[in-house]
């Protein structure tokens, strides 16, 4: 989803039908949100291997 989601975000070069804005801006919730799976996945990790 990070890697992925940010060429998927930034390969689109449409606007937005209803807001004038472009369509990369609401497209970065998907990499975002991999990023955070990340992040919540390592941190998982880190405190099993703590225990």
């Known amino acids: 989803m990070l890697v992925y989601g940010t060429g998927l975000a930034f390969d689109s ?3 937005a039908e209803i807001l004038p804005m472009p369509m990369w801006i609401p497209l970065l919730s998907v990499p975002f949100s991999g990023g955070i799976m990340l992040l919540v996945a390592l941190l998982k ?7």
């Open 13 to 15: 070069g449409a606007t």
């Open 45 to 51: 990790i880190i405190s099993e291997l703590r225990r």
